[in-house]
Nanobody
Framework: QVQLVESGGGLVQPGGSLRLSCVASGIIFSRNAMSWYRQAPGKERELVAV???????NYANSVKGRFTISRDNTKNTVYLQMNSLKPEDTATYYC??????????WGQGTQVTVSS
């Protein structure tokens, strides 16, 4: 019943921007912290950004100053605004929520490719 659906990925040139969206259903959205992860081929999945129920944010050092996570509780949606994109940002980006303090739910991912 819990479902996360990401969108907004695509191909962009270095220095460009993308805005990812994740729409959640089956949860009381405003009561859950939301996060974005990414995984490149052959690499571990890594945390990119997290936003708390109160709107506090944290970012990986590699994206700090370039990415912004935000949420709209009226739309059950979390966003990731990505600016000044670099080739090393190329990865599949996943939305994640922790439900019931121990159960992780993941979206299917959206591909971001940064290339000239």
């Amino acid at each position: 019943q819990v479902q996360l659906v990401e969108s907004g990925g695509g191909l962009v040139q270095p220095g460009g921007s993308l805005r990812l969206s994740c729409v959640a259903s089956g949860i009381i959205f405003s009561r859950n912290a939301m996060s974005w992860y990414r995984q490149a081929p052959g690499k571990e999945r890594e945390l990119v950004a997290v936003i708390s129920t109160g709107g506090g944010t944290n970012y990986a050092n590699s994206v700090k100053g370039r990415f912004t996570i935000s949420r709209d509780n009226t739309k059950n949606t979390v966003y990731l605004q990505m600016n000044s994109l670099k080739p090393e940002d190329t990865a599949t980006y996943y939305c994640k929520v922790v439900v019931g303090s121990f159960t992780d739910y993941w979206g299917q991912g959206t591909q971001v490719t940064v290339s000239s």
